[in-house]
């Protein structure tokens, strides 16, 4: 090539040594970051799901039966032989290497503690395989489906379980008068004002919606009589979810397609939740988790069928159903030593224990969901309200722009504070002195949004000031107010960067302990909070709790799970909030 | 873009063919400014200046950088109140009426002036939404979709987007893209368009088409423009105004006469190359 005769010809050569050396050491410093904590969620993992005591057997069983038939899933989804022939001989040189390399390190140097060469295979090399071939086989058509179907089914359980749990906090008698007096007038207006090009009922739709939730909180304490919660959230969740969905049908297929989109998970639905009660399942949850997952479903079933591209894909899940049903029934069959792990079902949905095999992290799980959701919602009307003041509307000079100055300094050296400064702001402000409560949820909420605040102001002006000023002036000089710039093109445009910030925040709000422990939050509550005023427990107090008691159990197996469980939580949050942003910036 | 002419035939011809015609009509005057005297901090960047601009005409505002054109554009649209430092003394008067009394709210002013800026900035949306977003704000009640049709087609882009209307501004190439802004400018049909060098990023090919289509608009709108490129002056415009250094006006008449026979000779050093 040209330039390489140039340097190693006439002119001589210039030393790359130091940029050389620098870009190994900042890789090095990358990946010992992530080897350590790599190396700690697998040993967390082992603890959590006692993969110890997993025999080779079941190991091999569930390998066969869940592993191999969705990589083959993914290695079909991709269609490509040069990856199928790489991931074989990465499973199979993997295997062959880890076990040799495990054994000779087991011999010679040190004794690796409760891992065997399978659990180091299966964390070595099947887990990045998997996560590889996921990604690669997501990219093909027939995965996309696969996984569209997955997400939706995982997510929509989530939100479900996400909303069950809120209803437990929050009247849903006043949600049942807002949503029949002011929301569900407000969608009819608006709808009918779209459809029929009269602004005038377009406009009307949120003055409705106002006066309507107002008179809901007024009625509230005068109406005597209610429906049952049952029926209360299939009016007000399940069937406008359905009408939605088949309405989504209805722009794209029959009215048939519609009606079943909608029809069917509504009545399944709607049944379950009237049966549920006597299988010892509380109803109205199980009807909100089925609405929410089988209508977008049952319309991405559709839209799939309708499209005709990748059908296959909608079999993934039947796939890993199969899978380990298969496994759970090779296992049973063969009688071979299976692990019991810490984290199941009762561990999520039962009251803390003195015996570690009956301790559950319900009430602290409940806890954590309604504190999030609140500080969520606070950290982000507060925070992009004031950073919106701080970038927009102030001047530059003056006395204003001298107070904005002086704003600005005091917001970054408060993210630079403390929690346990902001716990012991939390107890006097808002425990003592305006009387919400020791340890109560809403006074959790509140000190833990002041914590995160500024944070969340300093990266939402961080987005907003990212935003060209081309695009400002561009408006301005259409005649747009402040106001509709500032709503108009700001922050359609500074969205993205905002949730990203709130995502950070966020993610610290979850995880913190000091400050809930300043506010006086118990670290042990045994049934989940029934009001935002009652004592509460978060997942990090009641995992420190655990991690303080004397039986070993605890200090492993119930501490592990409880980590496990912080981080499927904190991770699914932070999933929602990303596909947001990522559906916001392709909104763009 | 071309150099500066350094030949005067080249740039009479151009004049000849492209606007006496209309330069011959005398018509009222759209924008006035009487004393206008504009300072950042303590600098003048608009000394003393007095101009009168016709309806329904191109007038160029020509000058070295640094010598007021852009800050007087701005200031027909009050676009300098955005600047903290900036201090505008005297009258721009538009439609009969002083634009800086203090009874005149200049978000209104500035929906009957449209303005184009020299990097095309669309915003972040659909062809449709941009062009309609002055509509939008200004709550306008009747057909979007055909306001929509009529603007793109006056600024030329029509054949080239109606087929995708719904894909983002940002997709189009810098040319349609400053065509766009035309578009949205000329949307809420506004009585003057201010240009602010609208062709330097482009070019010459784009350029050119933004060039003819100034002359389309001028059949129905104000057009001032501050530009560069004194062929394109020379091009498109009927009244030439001339701006040197320390914001004075030097010299202000027909397009023909500053060309062909500048009363000043620094003018005339200008526009030949030999200062500026």
């Given at each position: ?21 620098f ?14 904590l ?10 959590a ?18 592993v191999?038939?969705f ?6 989804s991709?269609?490509?032989p040069?990856?199928?022939r ?11 290497a880890v ?5 000779a390190i ?6 690796i ?7 180091a295979y ?5 887990a990045?395989v ?5 990604y690669?086989?997501?990219?093909g ?9 997955l997400?939706r ?18 009247d ?16 009819g ?27 809901a ?17 299939l ?8 009408a ?7 722009g794209r297929?029959?009215?048939t397609?519609a009606a ?10 709607t ?7 006597g ?6 949850t ?9 209508v977008?479903?049952a319309v ?6 309708d ?32 692990p019991?792990p810490?984290?199941?079902?009762s ?8 015996t ?9 799980i ?17 925070g ?5 003041f701080?970038?927009?509307?102030t ?6 722009g ?7 300094v ?5 993210a ?16 003592n ?12 909420s ?5 914590l995160?605040?500024?944070?969340t ?9 990212s ?11 259409m ?5 509709q ?11 993205p ?5 709130t ?19 118990a ?17 990090p107090m009641q ?16 501490v592990?799970?409880g ?8 991770i699914?949050?932070?999933?929602t ?12 | 873009m ?5 030949s ?6 151009d004049?000849?063919t492209?606007s ?12 006035a400014a ?5 300072y ?6 608009i ?6 601009i ?6 160029a ?7 007021g054109?852009?800050?007087f ?8 109140d955005m ?9 721009v ?27 095309p ?6 062809i ?16 979007v979709d055909?306001?929509v ?10 054949d ?7 894909s ?38 784009a ?5 003819d ?9 104000t057009?001032?423009i501050v530009?560069?490129?004194m062929?394109?002056?020379a091009?498109i ?22 060309f ?8 005339e ?8």
């Amino acid at each position: 090539m040209a330039t390489d005769n140039a340097t190693g010809g006439g002119f001589g050569e210039v030393s790359r040594l130091r940029g050389i050396a620098f870009e190994y050491l900042s890789l090095g410093a990358s990946v010992a970051g992530l080897v350590a904590l790599g190396v700690l969620l697998v040993y967390v993992a082992i603890d959590a799901f006692d993969l110890a005591n997993a025999s080779p057997e079941w190991l091999l069983t569930y390998f066969l039966t869940l592993v191999v038939p969705f990589l083959g899933f993914c290695l079909y989804s991709a269609g490509d032989p040069a990856i199928t022939r790489r991931a074989l001989g990465a499973l199979g040189g993997g295997l062959v290497a880890v076990a040799a390399l495990f054994t000779a390190i087991e011999a010679f140097v040190v004794d690796i503690p409760r891992l065997s060469w399978q659990l180091a295979y299966l964390f070595v090399v099947v887990a990045p395989v998997t996560g590889y071939l996921t990604y690669v086989g997501s990219r093909g058509r027939v995965g996309a489906v696969g996984f569209g179907l997955l997400g939706r089914l995982v997510g929509g359980v989530a939100v479900g379980l996400a909303v069950g749990t809120l209803f437990l906090v929050f009247d849903e008698l006043v949600w049942f008068l807002a949503y029949t007096l002011g929301v569900l007038p407000a969608a009819g207006l608006y709808a009918y004002g779209r459809w029929r090009d009269a602004d005038r009922a377009a406009s009307a739709a949120l003055p409705v919606g106002l006066v309507g939730v107002v008179a809901a909180v007024f009625l509230r304490g005068v109406i005597a009589t209610y429906p049952s919660d049952l029926i209360i959230y299939l009016w007000t969740l399940a069937v406008p979810i359905a009408a939605v969905g088949a309405l989504v049908v209805a722009g794209r297929g029959s009215r048939t397609a519609a009606a079943a989109a909608g029809g069917v998970p509504l009545a399944v639905a709607t049944a379950t939740g009237f049966l549920a009660g006597g299988l010892g399942v509380p109803g109205p949850t199980a009807l909100i988790v089925l609405a929410v997952t089988g209508v977008p479903t049952a319309v991405y079933v559709h839209r799939v069928i309708d499209g005709g591209e990748g059908v296959v894909g909608l079999g993934l899940p039947l796939l890993i159903a199969a899978g380990v049903i298969a496994g759970a029934l090779v296992v049973e069959a063969w009688g071979v030593p299976a692990p019991d792990p810490w984290l199941d079902v009762s561990y999520v949905t039962e009251a803390p224990s003195r015996t570690p095999e009956e301790a559950g992290l319900y009430p602290a799980i409940v806890g954590s969901v309604i504190i999030i959701a609140l500080v969520a919602v606070l950290s982000f009307v507060l925070g992009v309200g004031t950073s919106i003041f701080l970038e927009e509307y102030t001047a530059g000079s003056g006395l204003v722009g001298s107070l904005t100055r002086l704003l600005q300094v005091n917001i970054a050296n408060l993210a630079a504070i403390p929690s346990v400064v902001y716990g012991l702001l939390g107890l006097g402000l808002f425990a003592n002195l305006l009387g919400l409560g020791f340890g109560t949820a809403v006074t959790a909420s509140l000190t833990l949004s002041l914590l995160i605040l500024p944070i969340t102001i300093i990266s939402a002006q961080e987005a907003i000031r990212s935003v060209p000023d081309d695009l400002r002036r561009g408006s301005d000089a259409m005649g747009a107010t402040r106001w509709q710039t500032t709503k108009n093109v700001v922050l359609p445009e500074a969205f993205p960067g905002i949730l990203t910030g709130t995502i950070l925040a966020l993610g610290r709000a979850i995880g913190e302990t000091a400050p809930l422990i300043m506010i006086g939050a118990a670290t042990t509550v045994f049934s989940a909070p029934s009001s935002l005023f009652n004592r509460f427990s978060a997942m990090p107090m009641q995992i420190y709790a655990w991690a303080g008691f004397p039986q070993a159990e605890f200090r492993y197996g119930v501490v592990a799970a409880g980590v496990i469980t912080l981080l499927i939580i904190l991770i699914g949050m932070n999933g929602t909030a990303i596909l947001l942003r990522n559906r916001a910036e392709r909104g763009n | 873009m071309s150099n500066t002419p350094t030949s005067d035939s080249l740039i009479t011809t151009d004049v000849q063919t492209e606007s006496t015609d209309r330069s011959a009509v005398s018509g009222a005057t759209a924008v006035a400014a009487r004393d206008l005297n504009v300072y950042y901090g303590d600098e003048q960047a608009i000394d003393d200046v007095s101009i009168e601009i016709p309806e329904k005409r191109v007038t160029a505002l020509i000058g070295p950088s640094g010598c007021g054109k852009s800050t007087f554009l701005r200031c027909i649209n009050r676009m300098n109140d955005m600047i903290d430092v900036c201090r505008v003394e005297g009258d721009v008067e538009f439609g009969g009426k002083n634009v800086y009394d203090d009874d005149v709210d200049p978000v209104a002013l500035r929906r009957k002036i449209g303005m184009v800026f020299q990097k095309p900035n669309p915003f972040p949306k659909s062809i449709r939404d941009n062009v309609a977003y002055g509509l939008e704000i200004q709550g306008f009640d009747g057909d979007v979709d055909a306001r929509v049709e009529e603007s793109l087609k006056g600024a030329a882009l029509w054949d080239e987007v109606k087929d995708q209307l719904d894909s983002s501004g940002l997709d189009l190439s810098g040319g349609q893209q400053q065509r766009l802004c035309i578009a949205r400018a000329i949307a809420p049909d506004p009585e003057v368009i201010l240009m602010d060098e609208p062709t330097s990023a482009l070019d010459p090919v784009a350029a050119s088409k933004i060039e003819d289509l100034i002359d389309d608009l001028a059949e129905e709108y104000t057009v001032i423009i501050v530009t560069h490129n004194m062929q394109q002056a020379a091009r498109i415009s009927d009244r030439t105004a001339v701006f040197l250094t320390g914001g004075r006006l030097v010299e202000y008449d027909d397009t023909t006469k500053i060309f062909e026979d500048p009363e000043e000779q620094r003018v005339e050093d200008y526009i030949t190359g030999k200062f500026g």
